[in-house]
């Protein structure tokens, strides 16, 4: 069965830092492109992150470049996203996904929630 | 900015079609934007329905059925049940590996 749990979300203050988890099983990790998307409260999801395979590829919605940074570590199993320099409208549910064939359209995570607040 | 349009809300009859599109505020989808859709219920993860425009994901019925009509992609229910009540998204390729949501719809099976 595919399980990917992410863990890591919480509450954090405005210019804080924050690094979530995204546990993979079930199928070949190593083999995937990954994603991170978000849900802001009460709104549509957003594509925020994805990277490739091996590492070498990472691209960045444009309110996020600079600030986030999505890595792997396939020996593991996991995946990440290193978020720094958060604000208010950060504030969501975090979901990775894996990419089955141009976007996050494999298997899905339940989900972590950061709440960027004072 | 481009922006990936989507009805707000949608109301079918249960055991009726009812058929979502995802266009662009500038320009035509096509099968080179690879549109996907998910469903997602509240409280609950998205769910992979369709892929490459018109791919079923495992485990999908098939009464979910993707293409393009028109300018735009198109997610169609054939034979709709009261648990195909949620929210429906797609997401399109923008280039260089980008990808940008549509602003989701509602539907409603009453």
């Known amino acids: 069965e595919v399980q990917l749990v992410e863990s890591g979300g919480g509450l954090v203050q405005p210019g804080g830092s924050l690094r979530l988890s995204c546990a993979a099983s079930?199928?070949?990790?190593?083999?995937?492109?990954m994603s991170w998307v978000r849900q802001a409260p009460g709104k549509g999801l957003e594509w925020v992150a994805n990277?490739?395979?091996?590492?070498?590829?990472?691209y960045y919605v444009d309110s996020v470049k600079g600030r986030f940074t999505i890595s792997r570590d396939n020996a593991k199993n996991s995946l990440y996203l290193q978020m720094n320099s958060l604000r208010a409208e950060d504030t969501a549910v975090y979901y990775c996904?894996?990419?089955?064939?141009?976007?996050?359209?494999?298997?899905w995570g339940q989900g972590t929630l950061v709440i960027v607040s004072s | 900015q481009t922006v990936v349009t989507q009805e707000p809300s949608f109301s079918v009859s249960p055991g009726g079609t009812v058929t979502l599109t995802c266009g662009l505020t500038?320009?035509?989808?096509?099968?080179?934007?690879?549109p996907s859709w998910y469903q997602q219920t509240p409280g609950q993860a998205p769910r992979t329905l369709i892929y490459?425009?018109?791919s079923r994901s495992s485990g999908v019925p098939d009464r979910f059925s993707g293409s393009i009509l028109g300018n735009k992609a198109a997610l169609t229910i054939t034979g709709a049940q009261a648990d195909d009540e949620s929210d429906y998204y797609c997401?399109?390729?923008?280039?260089?590996?980008?990808?940008?949501f549509g602003t989701g719809t509602k539907v409603t099976v009453l």
């Open positions: 500038s320009g035509s989808v096509s099968t080179s934007y690879y």
């Open positions: 079930g199928f070949t990790f190593s083999s995937s492109w």
């Open positions: 490459s425009t018109n």
């Open positions: 996904a894996s990419d089955h064939y141009y976007g996050p359209n494999g298997h």
């Open positions: 990277i490739k395979q091996d590492g070498s590829e990472k």
């Open positions: 997401v399109l390729y923008m280039g260089s590996d980008h990808y940008v």
